[in-house]
């Protein structure tokens, strides 16, 4: 009776969620201050490289996810309501932004960090593509397929981050990312609310 209020994403969903958690729009200050250094010839081929090994690092834990949450313990209720706190947070940041972590400038290319981990491939990413699998196995090619989308457009976005920045300008973009933190918002509270209906539930079928 409790598993109708798990909430449940479709590919849409999935792919607008990872959109929000990756923040690619977010990244370009992280990116543009570490590829500072970076010849600019150089820079896209960096960018895609980078977004390359997070798409990996993520498209691994769908598929190891299951197991993961096995050796840990971890319930799919507790995955659902550390990930709705976790969203929230990382939500409550985009809309008041205290400045981003701007990583230095390196010396040489970034590879890894601070790029592709944890700047899109953080514990918040890495929390959600665990959580969709924990919640819909049978549907793990339809994450797969929405991560691909999320990783394409993060490529896109940070390739051409500096045409971005022209265009819209800064406050454009900072208004844009703070309504995505909205959005976030509202998914993270549904979250935690369907959470402890489903706690509750459980609770009382227990006793």
């Known amino acids: 009776m409790g598993a109708i209020f798990v909430m449940t994403y479709t590919f849409v969903s999935a792919t607008i969620l990872l959109l929000l958690i990756t923040d690619p729009l977010g990244n370009i200050p992280i990116f543009a201050n570490a590829l500072r250094k970076v010849a600019p010839e150089r820079r896209a081929f960096v960018i895609l490289r980078e977004v390359l090994i997070a798409f990996l690092l993520l498209l691994a834990f769908m598929f190891v996810g299951d197991s993961f949450l096995r050796v840990m ?29 701007v990583a230095e400038p390196l010396q040489g290319e970034p590879l890894i960090v601070p790029l592709a981990i944890p700047a899109l491939a953080g514990p918040s990413a890495l929390a959600t593509v665990l959580l ?19 990783m394409a457009v993060c490529a896109v976005v940070l ?16 208004a844009f990312e703070r309504l995505m933190g909205l959005i976030l918002v509202a998914i993270s509270v549904e979250m935690l609310l369907r959470g402890i209906q489903l706690f509750i539930s459980q609770t009382r079928a227990a006793g």
């Open 73 to 101: 313990n971890l319930s799919e209720l507790s995955l659902q309501i550390a990930g709705a706190v976790i969203l929230f947070l990382i939500a409550l940041r985009m809309i008041f932004p205290g400045g981003h972590p």
């Open 132 to 150: 969709l699998v924990s919640q819909a196995p049978a549907r793990r090619m339809e994450w797969v397929a929405a991560l691909c989308v999320t």
């Open 159 to 174: 390739v051409l981050a500096e045409r971005i920045q022209r265009v819209l300008g800064d406050r454009l973009v900072m």
